[in-house]
Structure formats: C-alpha cells, structure tokens
C-alpha cells in the first residue's frame, strides 16, 4: 500500500467551490492512473473523476462533468480535483485513488490504493 494523502475538504455552500489535493509518496514511481471516488453512508461508491497519468486524459462523471476539474502535476504523483458550483447532493467523503496496471479501463472505485478520505460538505 502506497500511502496517498488527501487535502483540502470542508464545508461550503451551494454554489461555492473546493479544492482536493492528493499527494503520493516521493517513492512513489510508475502511477498509471488517479482519480477521486466519493461515498456517502449506505450508498453505493462513485468515481467522479481520474487521470490517465502518461497522456492526461480525464474522466468524469456526469454528475459532476463540466463543474469537476481534475489535474496532475509534472511528477505524476500529485492530483487536484477543482470543484465548483457545488451541490448539496455532492456532500460525500472522497478518496484519492491511484494504480499501477490496466487501470484506465476500470472503474475508480476499484483503483489499487486509496487515502484516508476527505469530508466535503455543502449546504444549501
């Protein structure tokens, strides 16, 4: 397990913006892909969003597709999800998530490794 490290929740109210930072360990080497999957208790696990780490391709879901920006850095280890135009319905714990193999044809929430999360809260 390669510890990933999650920044950046809290609360705000509809309409405002987060932003997540999720940073992998310096010995951290060959991450494919990473993303964002977020849980709310009792409900199934989204992926919201992932990054193809070779060629920056993105995905998104379409609950959060044109207010959800995903970005990575030129190491590759580090990821920032920009959240604007909040919802109420995207109050959820996200994770971070990153894999080594075949990963951009799976789905997020299965990714290799994960962080401990990170609560985003909106208001309304």
């Known amino acids: ?3 990933l490290v999650e920044s ?3 609360s705000v109210q509809s309409g405002g913006s987060l932003r997540l930072s999720c940073n992998a360990s310096e010995q951290t080497h060959n991450i494919r892909c990473m993303g964002w ?3 709310v208790p009792g409900k199934e696990r989204e992926g919201v969003a992932a990054i193809r780490a070779a060629t920056g391709d993105t995905y998104y879901a379409a ?3 044109g207010r959800f920006t995903i970005s990575q850095d030129n190491t590759k280890r580090s990821v ?3 959240m604007n135009s909040l919802k ?3 109050t959820a714990m996200y994770y971070c998530v990153a894999d080594w193999g075949s990963c ?3 789905p997020i929430v299965d990714y290799a490794t ?3 999360g990170t609560q985003v809260t909106v208001s309304s």
């Open 1 to 3: 397990q390669v510890p």
């Open 8 to 10: 950046g929740g809290g």
């Open 37 to 39: 999957f977020r849980q």
């Open 63 to 65: 609950s959060v597709k």
């Open 80 to 82: 920032t999800l920009q």
């Open 88 to 90: 109420p319905d995207d």
């Open 104 to 106: 951009w044809n799976r």
């Open 114 to 116: 994960r962080g401990q």
